[in-house]
Structure formats: C-alpha cells, structure tokens
C-alpha cells in the first residue's frame, strides 16, 4: 500500500494533527529514521514525528503544509544522499539534511558501530581481522561501501538511470576480506537495467574519479556498509546465522546503540538546537 503514499497523503495526515495540535512536527524519510527521533524528541508531546515514506514526499508535504497556512512548527529532516557533494542542499530553513550520505552513514561515523562490534563479536576478533589485512575495520567498511557509492554516483551524474535496487550486494562481498567483486557487480546492475551504457564507459569513469576520504562517507550508502557489516558478522568476524547478522538487524542494533551522546556530537544535532532557537519551536529533549 505504501506506493499510494505520495506528498498529499503525508500533508492530509499533518493537516488532520493541526485540528488538535500545535506543537512541533518533524516529517522524516521513513520508519527506521523515525525509530531514532523519537529516542531524542522532546517530551510532554511537544514534538511528533511523522515518517513521509519517501525524501520527496517529505518535502513536497512540507510545500503543501505552507500552502495551507499549516506549515508552523514543520520541520523536514531527509538524508543528504549526493547533495553535499554536489551542492544541491536545499535553502530552505525547514529542511535539514544528515552530516553524511544519510542517517545509518551518521551512525557509522559514531562509537555505536564499535558498541555493536562488541555485543556481536568483541574487540579481539576486530583487532585480529585488521592486523590480517592491514587495514582498519571500519575502513575497509567505508571503502567499499564507497566503491559501490561512486557507481551510483555516477549513474545520478550522468542521468543513467541504473537499477540497483534489485542487485544484491551480499552476493559480491569477500567473506574474508570483505572487498567487494565491483565488476560481477557492475555486470548485474547493467544487465538488470537493459542500460544503454558501455561497461568500460562506467570503468572509465570511475577510474578518473577522485574524493578525497573525508568524502567517502558522502559516496557511502548506509544500507550497502550494514550489508558489508552483516557479512563480516557471518563470516569475516563471527558466525551469526542470517536471522542475527542480516542488514535490517544490524541497522536496528546500530539504531539501538546510538545514544543522545552520540547524536549530540553530530552537524545535524546542531542544526536541530540552531532551527529551535530561530523558530521558538521544539525537537529535542
């Protein structure tokens, strides 16, 4: 049913709270993001949070709610995908965007990946992978979540319009060394797309890409670094069955462990208190 919700249908459910309530409405992507806004939201029901199923369904609400005269005490909070990177953030007050590509990379980037590291399969077995091959766990996770990031990336540039969503990316990932095989990868995603789009244009293109690692996490999508992360937890670092270390769970155990510390360190964290101080409406705790 969800492919019914467009921008209208999340206005209408705004439009229908505004009957009997005036605090704040903070309209997120979808559940999972809603899951971590509302550990940090205000109480007493001075803040709501309602997921919009969708980044242009948050914002296009948002347009419909002023429009109105239901737009006081909105705020739109979507993830940044490309837009850093690109320049295309909105200037636009009441649409804020996460630190990175989107809300599990701000998640990544904190303590709570080593919080779950250590439930799931403890420090020595970290330490053990990384002086294995050389390289940092959370590194080798970022890089190739990244290398995967910039194929997308470029398809978003050059309006290619490959289909990812049907590839999965497990079936790529070293079960020792966690690299990714891009090219069967890229070999998926071009046949699944029936793309008019050479591979050696792609790998041409990707060749002369260059970000510099302070970028990676702007290239990185969440969801392939906790399928990384899931991998590495069945196999790499630990032996969890497919029900324990799959990339919903992980997300959720990484939503779990992100604490009101952690967030509070975070760009976004400071551009919620900003926006509250401007506006006299209230988020956070």
Same mark, same amino acid.
Request: hydrophobic fraction near 40%.
């Given at each position: ?154 398809? %978003?540039? /050059?309006?290619?319009? *490959?289909?990812?969503?049907?590839? @999965?990316? +497990?079936?790529?990932?070293?079960? #020792?060394? =966690? ?82 510390? %952690?967030? /509070?360190?975070?760009? *976004?964290?400071?551009?919620?208190? @900003?926006? +509250?101080?401007?506006?006299?409406? #209230?988020? =956070?705790?």
């Amino acid at each position: 049913m969800l492919e019914f919700v467009d921008a209208a249908v999340i206005a209408n459910q705004v439009s229908l709270l505004r009957d009997t309530y005036r605090g704040t409405v903070l309209l997120v992507e979808g559940p999972g993001d809603g899951c971590v806004f509302e550990k940090f939201k205000a109480r007493n029901d001075e803040c709501r949070v309602v997921a919009a199923h969708g980044k242009t369904n948050a914002i296009g609400a948002l347009q419909l709610l002023r429009q109105r005269g239901h737009g006081t005490c909105v705020l739109v909070i979507v993830d940044a995908d490309f837009w850093h990177l690109t320049g295309e953030e909105p200037d636009d007050t009441e649409i804020l965007v996460t630190e990175f590509h989107d809300l599990e990379m701000d998640m990544t980037a904190s303590s709570a990946l080593e919080d779950v590291l250590r439930e799931l399969c403890g420090s020595d077995t970290v330490k053990r992978f990384e002086r294995i091959h050389g390289v940092s766990l959370r590194t080798r996770l970022l890089t190739e979540a990244a290398r995967i990031g910039l194929l997308r990336f470029i398809s %978003y540039q /050059d309006v290619l319009c *490959l289909r990812f969503h049907d590839v @999965e990316v +497990e079936r790529y990932v070293d079960q #020792v060394s =966690l690299s990714v095989d891009l090219e069967g990868y890229l070999s998926e995603v071009l046949e699944d797309s029936a793309a008019a789009v050479d591979a050696g244009y792609l790998r041409s293109r990707m060749d002369q890409a260059a970000f510099p690692d302070q970028e990676l996490a702007q290239l990185a999508r969440g969801h392939d670094y906790t399928v990384c992360l899931a991998v590495a937890l069945r196999s790499a670092l630990a032996s969890h069955s497919p029900t324990i270390a799959n990339r919903e769970h992980v997300e959720t155990l990484l939503r779990l462990a992100y604490s009101r510390d %952690y967030f /509070d360190r975070s760009t *976004l964290a400071h551009a919620i208190k @900003e926006w +509250e101080l401007s506006t006299g409406c #209230v988020v =956070l705790d």
